[in-house]
T-cell receptor
Framework: AQRVTQPEKLLSVFKGAPVELKCNYS??????LFWYVQYSRQRLQLLLR??SRESIKGFTADLNKGETSFHLKKPFAQEEDSAMYYC???????????FGAGTRLTVKP | ETGVTQSPTHLIKTRGQQVTLRCSSQ?????VSWYQQALGQGPQFIFQ???????GRGNFPPRFSGLQFPNYSSELNVNALELDDSALYLC???????????FGPGTRLTVL
């Protein structure tokens, strides 16, 4: 069965500090992994996906199949990064996307 | 290009009633997924429709049903409402061959 675990419900860092949001998954096949973000009063939106190996707004995430993790990282957090972050996993073609419970990131000035 | 829209914004029902939620996909998108998001939780996948056919379903009972229309708009129907059905219901659309879902703002359903 697919499962996504985000162990931290809340994470608080100071502006300019590094930030890492943890995501662990369980899935027997080859997963497609995503990070979604929801800023205050906005709708849920895609931040990045592992298959693209891209950096968006300074965030990166590396899929570690050995540790079954897909942690989201940013070297220098900004106040505008404060938001709710969800890690998500799907099988091919997004037929069944599973989300973690989310981590609320607060970046303090 | 218009984004995903959902109606109504809020809805209050009583136990045992039936409800229909609506979603209008982003222009050009032929795949729509519905999610239930309980307070403090991540979205849970209900089902997905592609070209008017259901082609994926999560762990939800049959009283959760859906429709997709030729213009790719969609409905989520829930029969025999229970208190635990109180949640935010999200729909998301994507275009063919794309893995990027675009979410609507959601419908907040309260069951009393």
């Amino acid at each position: 069965a697919q499962r996504v675990t985000q162990p931290e419900k809340l994470l608080s860092v100071f502006k300019g500090a590094p930030v890492e949001l943890k995501c662990n998954y369980s899935y027997s096949g080859s997963p497609e992994l995503f990070w979604y973000v929801q800023y205050s009063r906005q709708r849920l939106q895609l931040l990045l996906r592992h298959i693209s190996r891209e950096s968006i707004k300074g965030f990166t995430a590396d899929l570690n199949k050995g540790e079954t993790s897909f942690h989201l990282k940013k070297p220098f957090a900004q106040e505008e990064d404060s938001a709710m972050y969800y890690c998500a996993l799907s099988r091919y073609n997004n037929n069944d996307m599973r989300f973690g419970a989310g981590t609320r990131l607060t970046v303090k000035p | 290009e218009t984004g995903v829209t959902q109606s109504p914004t809020h809805l209050i029902k009583t136990r045992g009633q039936q409800v229909t939620l609506r979603c209008s996909s982003q222009s050009g998108h032929n795949t729509v997924s519905w999610y239930q998001q309980a307070l403090g939780q991540g979205p849970q996948f209900i089902f997905q429709y592609y070209r008017e056919e259901e082609n994926g379903r999560g762990n939800f009972p049959p009283r959760f049903s859906g429709l997709q229309f030729p213009n790719y708009s969609s409905e989520l129907n829930v029969n025999a409402l229970e208190l635990d059905d109180s949640a935010l219901y999200l729909c998301a659309s994507r275009g063919q061959g794309s893995d990027t879902q675009y979410f609507g703002p959601g419908t907040r359903l309260t069951v009393l």
